[in-house]
Nanobody
Framework: VQLVESGGGLVQVGGSLRLSCAAS????????VGWYRQAPGKERELVAR?????YYANSVKGRFTISRDNIKNMLYLQMNNLKPEDTAMYYC????????????WGQGTQVTVSS
């Protein structure tokens, strides 16, 4: 299994970015998939996840949208109304359906929101 993120960059407050994650193999049928982020000096946190249900962290609800394309094996994170506190390294991950245990990580893509 391979996960490769892209789409990060520098954006101003209030701007938008769309992150993409290219997944190898039939990952969507075997695992739940989601986005995590880690800011400097902070623990890695779950941002959004697609499993039986779709989950969003409270801090991103109404601003971020997770989606996937099962045919293209792509996972996306549309991020709108970005805030400085969204600045972090964002990781694509594949997790067990029954838990949050991460089986595979991508290499990450940096998102920086400038004020």
């Amino acid at each position: 299994v391979q996960l490769v993120e892209s789409g990060g960059g520098l954006v101003q407050v209030g701007g938008s970015l769309r992150l993409s994650c290219a997944a190898s193999g039939s990952i969507f049928s075997r695992y739940a998939v989601g986005w995590y982020r880690q800011a400097p000096g902070k623990e890695r946190e779950l941002v959004a996840r697609i499993s039986v249900r779709t989950y969003y962290a409270n801090s991103v609800k109404g601003r971020f949208t997770i989606s996937r394309d099962n045919i293209k094996n792509m996972l996306y994170l549309q991020m709108n109304n970005l805030k400085p506190e969204d600045t972090a390294m964002y990781y694509c991950a594949a997790t067990d359906f029954a838990s949050d245990y991460v089986r595979y990580w991508g290499q990450g893509t940096q998102v920086t929101v400038s004020s």
